[in-house]
């Protein structure tokens, strides 16, 4: 891709013009692009070098997590999109959990559901499915490679059934339910029993309300509960790891809305946290990386983790000098600036060139950017932290109107702009506030 000082015109390959395109259309809908975040990312050298560190380690057999702590605006959830993109890179399944009133932390068992929901592979497809497919395919495999190509089927059938249950004996013993769904699942396939199949894949998931037909044909009683979640989760990560991938890379957004709960869920939530903090310790997690956002207040405040003074012990700061450091448990973003919002917004001149045709430099200057950040802060009462989402935004609809319009004059016609009318509530709130 070209950089702002390059002549423009400079050639790029139309893989690389449409992961642009793709980038361009989600700033216009004010969301993370799903792509190419490194090329958005300023000042988070290293962190992100911390993180990739994180996953070789977990990559290789270990476990571990890395809270992101920051003010609205901070960043935050840019940084686990870019840690996500990181962990795709280097061959992890990876899913993205926003908790909320519908995903609680108190409750295990929708925590489990949302990540087998939203669980990505590195290649496109639904990922449950496939996951367990490729698995199954690797174990009859090797089950061909030792008996023969001329295996009957009856005898490949009985011989994948016990590798089966072998490769998941380390869950079973805790929990058979998940080694006799996913044998439920592999017989029903070779027999065409497709809507038995697809029952088992939803009760493997984690989904309410699957028929009785399948519970009674896999011998199973009752779903996938908070008290069997995380053992649940650990034979996910044994089926993926087998499967050919690195690892599962989960991150959990916006932990903070845990402190809006009654004291007894919050407890609860908070003690699922610890839960998973201490299993990661203990080596009872191999090959998970967890990532977890949450506002200063959330780590200080008394309704945040505080209220648990054991898990506050394991992933709270050491007295500050000045100097942070993300190898603590914590990674700790400072609010943007403006001089880090104008090397974006060059950036994404640059991907908008690459996206769209050549950008005009002399009206989208550095003047007319500085500007701009200038007048948008105005709007937000200085904070220049607010704004990156709207202005990214903003910024990107002056670009099209400079392709579109030779007269357009955007040094004039932007300080009449208003602001846009579906701003977040906590955008919102910096309007009126007074400084």
């Not at 089927?153 to 998941?168: C, S």
């Not at 407890?267 to 946290?273: A, I, S």
Request: overall charge negative.
């Amino acid at each position: 891709m070209s950089t702002w000082d390059d002549e423009p015109g400079t050639a790029v390959s139309e893989q690389e013009r449409s992961k642009c395109i793709t980038m361009i259309n989600a700033l216009r809908r004010g969301t993370v692009p799903a792509l190419g975040l490194s090329e958005l990312a300023v000042g988070l050298e290293a962190e992100e070098g911390v993180i990739r560190q994180q996953l070789t380690y977990v990559a290789g057999g270990g476990g571990d997590l890395k809270f992101i702590r920051g003010d609205y605006g901070a960043g935050k959830t840019f940084l686990i999109a870019r840690a996500l993109e990181l962990a795709t890179e280097q061959g992890f399944v990876t899913a993205h959990v926003v908790i909320s009133a519908e995903t609680p932390l108190h409750r295990l068992r929708s925590l489990y559901q949302r990540i087998c929901a939203n669980m990505r592979l590195p290649t496109d497809g639904p990922a449950l499915k496939t996951l367990i497919d490729t698995w199954l395919f690797g174990i009859e495999e090797r089950v061909i490679a030792v008996r023969g190509t001329e295996t009957p089927d009856e005898v490949l059938e009985a011989e994948t059934v016990r590798a089966i249950e072998g490769a998941l004996a380390g869950v079973s013993a805790e929990n058979s339910a998940l080694a006799a769904a996913v044998r439920t699942y592999y017989l029903a396939n070779n027999k065409a029993e497709y809507p038995l199949a697809q029952a088992a894949l939803g009760w493997i998931a984690g989904e309410p309300n699957v028929g009785r037909t399948f519970r009674q044909k896999a011998g199973i009683k009752g779903d996938v509960d908070d008290s069997v979640a995380l053992s649940f989760l650990r034979g996910l990560v044994s089926i993926i790891c087998s499967a050919g991938y690195a690892g599962l890379a989960v991150a959990f957004d916006e932990v903070e809305t845990t402190q809006g709960l009654v004291r007894a869920q919050r407890e609860k939530g908070y003690g699922n946290l610890r839960q998973l903090v201490d299993g990661l310790d203990r080596g009872e997690m191999e090959h998970c990386y967890l990532l977890f956002t949450g506002t200063p207040a959330f780590f200080e405040g008394s309704r945040g983790i505080r209220a648990l003074p054991p898990l506050a012990d394991r992933i709270s700061l050491p007295a500050s000098d000045g100097y942070r450091n993300p190898h603590q448990a914590q990674i700790v973003l400072v609010p943007f600036d403006a001089q880090k919002l104008e090397k974006v917004a060059m950036r994404v001149a640059d991907i908008y060139a690459a996206a769209c045709g050549p950008v005009d430099r002399e009206r989208i200057s550095h003047r007319f950017i500085r500007g701009m950040i200038r007048s948008m802060t105005a709007k937000f009462g200085g904070r220049v932290d607010v704004i990156p989402r709207v202005f990214l935004r903003e910024f990107v609809d002056v670009l099209d109107k400079c392709a579109l319009y030779p007269e357009y004059d955007p040094a004039t016609s932007y300080q009449e702009s208003r602001l846009p009318e579906d701003l977040r509530e906590e955008e919102q709130a910096f309007i009126s506030m007074q400084f």
